[in-house]
C-alpha cells in the first residue's frame, strides 16, 4: 500500500556517514565507496592552524558528493538510538502526564500482540498454500504415473514447478528486488543499525510472503524459515510505523512509536516471531533472536519477544485445531513442522559418542566448505542478476528445470525394495505424502529415492528423522540424496526468490547423518533417526554458527529432550571446527552485501590507533544561532546527518560546544521556518510553538527531504536559535582515546554520532565525527594498511601516554 | 585450601567508591554510608576559583575515613571491567605472540570444561547425599511407625532433622557466615560489578556444598537449586583465581586470567552450570543465567555458557547411568529431578485456558506476597542473626523443630483414604519414597498428607505432578500441604543454613495448582498433574519474574514441550500481574543487603540532572611524575581506588588530563620503587623494569596493601614517573552531560570510573569522578531530595542547552 512512496524516495536518502555501494556481490561496490570517503577525507580540517571549525563551512566538497549521487548506489541509512536529548525533547517529557506513560507500555504491548497474531496468521497460511498447491501437483503426478504415463507425468510436475517459480521470481524481479534471499542477513543488519534500502517496506513484505509461498511450491531445495523471519520482522516495521499518513492511517497514540529506538524492539519480537512460525518453536524463536539477530538486548525485550511468541504458539494451536476436521483441504498432520523422532528413550554407549564427535567434525567441515560454495555462488549470480529482471528469471528458470530433473529423475536409477514386512498396508503409499513411494515398481515394492524426492520438503525431513523401519533407505540413495541436496542448495540461494536456508541444510545435514548411522547400524545402538537428527544438528552448526538457539529449535522440533546432551556436544564440535574455516553464513551475506555490520568486539589492531586517528572530514558546524543560508548550503551540498553546534562569543566567553543537531530535525525546523531577524536566542518563543512530536523520525525514506522545503532570498538572510533542537548531551571521547575503546563506546550504545573533542586546550571545541562507517575495517586499513601488522613497537617510542600511535598517523586526520 | 588468607584480609580493602555498610536488614547501615559521603561532600572542589586541582591533595578529609574503618562495616569492592590500556599494557600487548593467544583460548575453554566438570561432580554429590541421609532418616522413622513406636519415630525424626539442621547452621555460622541463603542475590551483584566481602571464597564454597547437604537432608522446606548457583560461582571464582601463591599452587598460563573480565565471564559460566546440575536443566541454566543473573553478555560467553553446561549434563547423564546398578545406596530413579508429569498428549478446551489464565492472576498475587513476607521475615532475623552465632543456631533449632513438627503432626489430621483399585502392588509404600505413604493408617488404606510430607522435596514434587492417580490427593490435604509449605517456605528463608527459594515455591504453587485442578476437576479436561505444574509455573513467576528461563526449566523438569504455549501464558500473566505490586524475590534481597546493584536503565528523574550535580569529592589528582610522599599521603588517607593524572607545565603547555591510575597498580608500583631523584620522565626505564603481569589484578582481599609497603623517609621526597600506569583512556563525560545518558554509559561499559570533564575552557582538566556509588538512587535522591517531583519547568527555564538543571542545584556539586 505505501508501496508507491517508498519507490519514489529512491536516490534521495543517501547520507554521507553510510554510502557504502550495495556490493550485491561485485567486490568494486565497497571499492568505490571508499574512495569517496577518501576524496572527501583528503579536504580534511587542518586543526593545527588552531582557527576556528565554522570557517570550514565554505570548504565543502561539492564535486564528490555529487560523484555519489550521479553513481548508482543503493542506500545505506544508519539508524538514530540514541535519545536525542535536547530542549524540545525535554519539555515533551516534562509535560508527559502518567497516563501517557501507561498508554505508551499498553500500546507496546498491544503492538507486540498484533505481530504475534499477524505473524502467527501468516505462518499458518503459508503452510496452508504450500501444503496444498505442492500436494496437488504431487498427486496428479503419482495420477499420471499409476497411468504409466511417465512422460507426461514428468511434464505435468516440471511445468507446473516451472510456472510457481517463475511467478514467484517475477514477483522478486519486478516488484521488490529487496523480498529475494533468506532476508536474515538484512534483518540483522537492521538490528545492528543499518537500514539497507525498502528492506523492510510493505511491497516487500507482499513478495515475501507470496514468493516464498510460489517459491517453496515450486520444489525448489529452499526453506520458509529465513522468509518467514523477514515477514515477522517487515509485520512488525509495519505496525511501529505510526500508520500512513498518505492513506490517512494514522492514530494518534501510534506516534509514541516513531522512532528507530522502538521500532527496533518492535523488528526484534517480530524476528523471533517469526522464527516461532516457521518452526513451531517459540522459545526456540526467543533465542535465535537473542543469538542471531540482535545486536542489542535487554531482559525487557526477552520479556516481550517471549510473549510474542507465546501469542504465536497460541495462534498456530488453535488454527491446527480447526484443520483436524479436515477443513483445510490437503493441509494434514505435517503440514507445520513437528517431527516425531521416535517415542523411545533414546540409547547410547560410548561408542556412539565417538560416532557423534565425528559427526560433529564432518558436519562442520561440510558446513564451512557450503559456506564457502554459497559464497562464491551469490558473487557470480549476482553478476547475471544485475543485468535485469529478465535475466534473473532466466537463472531461476533454469535452476528450477535441473531441480525437476534431480527430483524426477534420479529415483530411475534407485533399485525398487519389497515392502518391509508388518508394513503393507503403509506401502507402497497411494496418498501424497508417506514414506513408501511406489514410483516405477512393481506392486508390493517401494522406490526409496522416490520417497525422499517427490515429496514436499517438510516430509522428506521426517521420513529421514523416522526410526520406524532403520532399512529403509538404502546407502546408495542416502547419498545419492545427500549430493543432490547439497548441490541444490548451493546453487538455489541467491536466486531471484525469498529461500530460507534452514530446511536445505536440514535435508543435506539429516540425509547424511543417517547415512552415518546405517553405515555404523552394526556397532551403534543409537537408531538411524536420531543419527538423521544429529546430522542435521552437526550440519546446522556447522553453517549457521549458533549454538543454544539451535538446539531449542531442534528440541522443538522434535520434542524430544532426552537427546539434548548429544546436541550440545554435536553442535559445539561441528561450530568450532567450522569456525576455524571462515564466519558464519549470514555473516558472510551481510559482509557480501556490503552492509556496514558494527562487530560488538574491537580488532585488535585498534588498540594501536586513537579516535583523532579515524575521523574523516570535512567537519561543517553550526553556530548556536547560525544563518539560514548556511543551513541550507550545508544541507544542500553535504550528506552529513548530524552537525555539531557551537555556542561562540558573545553568547559564551569562548566557543564551546552546545550539542549535536540532526539533519531531520533542521529539515522540519526549517519547513516552519521560526526565523528571526537578528542574531539573538529564541529558544523560549521556539518551544512554545514546537512539539517534540513534529520531530518524530518517520519510516525509512519517509522523512522530509530538502526538496520540500522553500525559502526565500529574504528568508536566508534570517537567522535561527538551533539551541531548542540541540541534543546538549551527545557522547563524545577525547582524541586521544584509543580506538579499540571508542568503538565499544558506539557499538554498546548505538550511536550513530560520537564528537570527538580535542584533548589540548585552546583549540575548538570539537574537532570530528565519528560515524559507524569510521569503525568499519576497510576504512581504518585504508587509512593505515600497515596497522595489521604493525604489532611491535620499540620501547622507547611509547613514553608520554596518548601519544604512542603518532607514528602511524597518515597526517591527514581532524 | 586458600580458606585461612581469606579470613585475615577481612576488613583491610574498604574502598571510598563503595563503601556502604552491609545492612543485613537494619536499614541504617545506609543511612550512614551516605552521611559519611556527604561529609566528604561538603568539602568539595571549589573549581570556580579555577585553582589546579593539585592543591586539594592537602584537604583530605582523613576523620571521615577514620570514621568508617573504626565503624563496624562490610565492604564492599567494585570490580574492574575495563580494559587498563596503558603503555605497559600496550607493551605487554604488542609484544605478545600468536602462540600466547591461542594459549589463553585454549586455557579459558580448559577452565570452562573443568568448571562444567566440578560443578557437575557436585551436584550429584549432594543429590547423593541429600538421597541417602533423608532416605536413611525416613526408613528409621517409618519402620518404628510400623513397630507402634510413633513417640519414638517423632523423637528419632525431629532429632536426625534438628542435628542435621545444627550442623548446616554451625557451618554457616562460624565458618562462613556468607554461605547462609540462597547466594543468587549475591551472585547476580556480583555480576553487576560488586563484590561483597568473601563471597565467593573457598571457605564459603565448602560450607555451602555440605551445608546444602545437611539443610536439605533436614527435612527443612529449602531447595539445593539457589546453593547450586552459589556453588558454581564459588567454583569459577577459584578457578580463575589463578591459583594460590601462599600454597605454591599457581601456574603460568593462570595470570593471563587474573583480572576481573575474564574472571567474570567464568562465574557466569559457574551460575549456569549450577543451574544445569541442580535442575538437571543445562538450556535452562545458559537462559537463567542470561535472564537473571548476568547483567552482561556477549554471544562468545553465550556459546562458553553452553559448552560448559553441556559438559555438566554429561557428567550427570554417566554418573546416573552408574547409578543405575545400584552401587549409590538409596539413590533410586528419583534422585535428580525429571518429573514425569504424563505421557499423554495434554488435552485442553477454551475452559481450561481461563482456569489457567484463573491460575496465572492468583499465582501472581501469591507470590507477590510471598516475596513482601519474605522481605519482612529476612529484617527481623538480621535482627537475631546480627546478636552472634549463638542466637543464629537457636533460630535454626527453633525453625527446625517447627518443621518437624509440621511434617509429623499435621498427617494425624487427615484421614485414611482406601488404597485404590488396581494399585494394590504400589499401595500403601512400604520403602522410602512412593505416592502411598501408609503412616497410622490400617492396611490397605495410605494417609495422602503423609505421602506429601514424609517424603524429600523432589519426591513430594514428583507426587504431586503425576496425573495418575488424579483423586489421590483429597483437597483438604491439599489446602493444608500448600499452607505449610507458603508458611513454612517463608519463615525458613534468612536463618542461618544454604537455602534455595525455587523448591518451596515449586511447592507451595503446585498443591495449589493442584488443589485449583481438583476443584475444576469436572469442567476441566486438563489433567491435575499439568495443573500442578502450572500452578508451580505461576508461583514461580509471581517470585522469580522471569519468564524465558523458568519456561525452559520447567520444560527440562518435565520433559513435556507440548504444554509450551499453556506454560507461557501462566508465566507471563503471574509476572505481569505480580509486578505492579513490587520486584522479584532477589532484587528485593539485593537492595535489602544494601548492595549497590546498577539497573540497566536510567531512572526518569536523572534526566534533570546533569553529570556534574552528582559527583562528589573531594577529588585528588597527580601530577604526571608524582611526588613518593603524595601519592603515599594520598593512599593512606583517602580511600579512592582511582587517582585522575595530570600532565602539567613543563612537560606540557597547559594542564591536560593525561589519565587514570588506579590504588592497586600505585601500590605494586611503590612496593618496586622505581623512583628517581628528580622530576623528569622515566616511562621507558620502567618500562623495561616492569611486566604487565605484576599489575595483574588477584581474587578479591588478595591484593597488595598500604602496609606492605615500606618507603624510607628519603625516597618520600623521591619523584615516580606515573605515564606508564596510567590508564590514557578513560572513559570520559562532559560535565552538562545528563545524568541518564552518564549513568547508561557507565553501565553499559561496565566502568568501575567515569571521568567528568569541564565543559567550559580555562578551567582544570577534570572536575570529579563518578563512581557506583554516584549513581544508586540513595545518594542521588539525598542531595537533590526534590528531584523526583521536579518534573515540571516553566518553559523559560530551558532556554540555553546544558543549563536546564542549574536550578535544582545544591551549590556543592564538583
Redesign the interface.
Known amino acids: 500500500m505505501d508501496h508507491e512512496d517508498e519507490e519514489m524516495d529512491r536516490g534521495d536518502i543517501e547520507n554521507r556517514d553510510s554510502i557504502i555501494r550495495h556490493g550485491d556481490g561485485d567486490g568494486d561496490g565497497e571499492e568505490r565507496g571508499r574512495d569517496i570517503s577518501f576524496n572527501s577525507n583528503s579536504e580534511s580540517n587542518d586543526d593545527s592552524l588552531g582557527q576556528p571549525l565554522l570557517s570550514h563551512k565554505s570548504r565543502v566538497n561539492a564535486t564528490s558528493q555529487i560523484a555519489i549521487v550521479g553513481a548508482k548506489v543503493c542506500p545505506i541509512e544508519s539508524l538514530d538510538y540514541e535519545?536525542v536529548?535536547?530542549?524540545l525533547f525535554?519539555?515533551d517529557?516534562?509535560?508527559r502526564k502518567k497516563v501517557q506513560i501507561y498508554q505508551y507500555v499498553f500500546m507496546k504491548w498491544t503492538l507486540v500482540l498484533l505481530i504475534g497474531l499477524a505473524t502467527g496468521l501468516v505462518g499458518f497460511f503459508n503452510n496452508i498454500a504450500v501444503e496444498n498447491i505442492a500436494g496437488f501437483k504431487l498427486l496428479h503426478m503419482t495420477n499420471l504415473m499409476l497411468k504409466n504415463e511417465y512422460r507426461l507425468a514428468f511434464i505435468s510436475f516440471a511445468g507446473i514447478n516451472l510456472v510457481l517459480a517463475l511467478c514467484a521470481a517475477s514477483l522478486c524481479a519486478f516488484f521488490a528486488p529487496a523480498a529475494a534471499g533468506s532476508g536474515i542477513p538484512e534483518v540483522k543488519a537492521y538490528l545492528n543499525g543499518v537500514d539497507a534500502h525498502s528492506i523492510l517496506a510493505p511491497s516487500t513484505l507482499f513478495v515475501k510472503i507470496f514468493g516464498s509461498i510460489f517459491g517453496v511450491s515450486a520444489g525448489f531445495v529452499v526453506g520458509k524459515e529465513g522468509p518467514m523471519v523477514h515477514t515477522g520482522a517487515c509485520i512488525a516495521n509495519l505496525l511501529g510505523q505510526g500508520g500512513s499518513r498518505k492513506y490517512h492511517m494514522t492514530w494518534r497514540w501510534l506516534r509514541f512509536f516513531k522512532n528507530d529506538r522502538d521500532r527496533r524492539d518492535l523488528i526484534t519480537c517480530g524476528a523471533a516471531a517469526g522464527v516461532a512460525a516457521a518452526f513451531r518453536a517459540?522459545?526456540g524463536g526467543?533465542?535465535f533472536a537473542?543469538?542471531e539477530a540482535a545486536s542489542w538486548?535487554?531482559?525487557a525485550l526477552?520479556?516481550r519477544a517471549?510473549?510474542t511468541?507465546?501469542v504465536v504458539?497460541?495462534v498456530l494451536?488453535s488454527l491446527i485445531q480447526l484443520c483436524k476436521s479436515g477443513k483445510c483441504g490437503l493441509f494434514g498432520e505435517g503440514g507445520l513442522i513437528m517431527f516425531d523422532v521416535n517415542s523411545a528413550e533414546p540409547s547410547y554407549n560410548s561408542t556412539d559418542l565417538l560416532a557423534v564427535m565425528i559427526l560433529g567434525v564432518l558436519g562442520g567441515v561440510l558446513g564451512s566448505f557450503y559456506n564457502f560454495l554459497v559464497d562464491k555462488v551469490l558473487r557470480t549470480y549476482s553478476i547475471v542478476n544485475e543485468k535485469g529482471p529478465a535475466f534473473k528469471l532466466l537463472l531461476v528458470a533454469i535452476i528450477s528445470i535441473l531441480t525437476s530433473c534431480c527430483a524426477y529423475g534420479l529415483p530411475w536409477f534407485a533399485n525398487c525394495t519389497p515392502c518391509p514386512i508388518g508394513l503393507e498396508d503403509d506401502c507402497p503409499t497411494v496418498g501424497r505424502s508417506g514414506n513408501y513411494k511406489n514410483f516405477q515398481c512393481p506392486p508390493g515394492h517401494y522406490n526409496d529415492l522416490a520417497s525422499l524426492f517427490l515429496n514436499t520438503n517438510d516430509d522428506a525431513i521426517r521420513n529421514l528423522f523416522s526410526s520406524r523401519n532403520s532399512a529403509e533407505f538404502h546407502l546408495s540413495t542416502l547419498f545419492v540424496f545427500f549430493s543432490a541436496m547439497y548441490g541444490l542448495g548451493i546453487v538455489t540461494y541467491g536466486i531471484a526468490i525469498p529461500s530460507g536456508l534452514f530446511i536445505p541444510v536440514i535435508l543435506a545435514g539429516a540425509s547424511y547423518g543417517r547415512l552415518i548411522g546405517t553405515v555404523l547400524g552394526s556397532v551403534s545402538s543409537l537408531e538411524v533417526g536420531y543419527f538423521a537428527l544429529l546430522g542435521a544438528a552437526s550440519f546446522l552448526g556447522g553453517t549457521m554458527r549458533m549454538?543454544?538457539s539451535l538446539?531449542?529449535i531442534l528440541?522443538?522440533l522434535t520434542?524430544d529432550?532426552?537427546m539434548?546432551?548429544l546436541m550440545?556436544?554435536v553442535l559445539?564440535i561441528s561450530?568450532t571446527v567450522a569456525d576455524s574455516f571462515n564466519s558464519g553464513v549470514y555473516d558472510q551475506i551481510v559482509k557480501m552485501k556490503g552492509l556496514p555490520f558494527l562487530e560488538?568486539?574491537a580488532e585488535p589492531y585498534m588498540?594501536n590507533l586513537t579516535a583523532g586517528d579515524v575521523c574523516s572530514g570535512p567537519l561543517i558546524t553550526f553556530s548556536g544561532v547560525e544563518k539560514v543560508s548556511n543551513i541550507v548550503h550545508a544541507l544542500k551540498f553535504t550528506k552529513h546527518n548530524g552537525f555539531p553546534v557551537i555556542?561562540e562569543p558573545p553568547?559564551?566567553?569562548?566557543p564551546?560546544?552546545?550539542?549535536l543537531v540532526l539533519r531531520s530535525h533542521l529539515l522540519v525546523f526549517l519547513k516552519k521556518k521560526s526565523f528571526v531577524k537578528n542574531q539573538v536566542?529564541a529558544?523560549?518563543q521556539i518551544?512554545?510553538t514546537f512539539h517534540a512530536f513534529e520531530f518524530a523520525k518517520p519510516g525509512s525514506g519517509k522523512g522530509l527531504k530538502l526538496d520540500d522545503v522553500e525559502i526565500t532570498d529574504e528568508e536566508m538572510d534570517m537567522y535561527v536559535d538551533l539551541?531548542p533542537i540541540?541534543n546538549?548531551?551527545p557522547?563524545?571521547?577525547?582524541e586521544?582515546?584509543?580506538l579499540?575503546?571508542a568503538v565499544?563506546?558506539f557499538r554498546?550504545?548505538g550511536l550513530r554520532h560520537l564528537c570527538v573533542?580535542p584533548?589540548?586546550?585552546?583549540r575548538p571545541?570539537i574537532v570530528g565525527i565519528l560515524t559507524r562507517h569510521d569503525f568499519m575495517p576497510e576504512h581504518i586499513l585504508g587509512l593505515y594498511p600497515h596497522v595489521e601488522s604493525h604489532?611491535?613497537?620499540v620501547?622507547?617510542d611509547?613514553?608520554?601516554?596518548?601519544n604512542?600511535s603518532q607514528k602511524l598517523k597518515r597526517g591527514n586526520s581532524c
Chains 1, 2 share one sequence.
Open positions: 535519545i536529548e535536547n530542549d525535554k519539555q517529557w516534562r509535560s517459540p522459545v526467543v533465542l537473542l543469538e538486548w535487554r531482559s526477552l520479556w517471549f510473549f511468541n507465546a504458539a497460541v494451536r549454538t543454544v538446539c531449542v528440541l522443538e520434542n529432550l532426552l539434548l546432551p550440545m556436544l559445539l561450530k560488538a568486539h588498540r555556542d553568547f559564551t566567553d569562548a564551546e560546544l552546545c550539542g536566542l529558544g523560549s518551544l512554545r539551541h540541540s546538549a548531551s557522547y563524545t571521547v577525547v586521544t582515546m584509543s579499540a575503546k565499544v563506546l554498546q550504545l573533542v584533548k589540548k586546550l585552546g571545541p604489532n611491535k613497537f620501547n622507547d611509547v613514553v608520554l601516554c596518548g604512542s
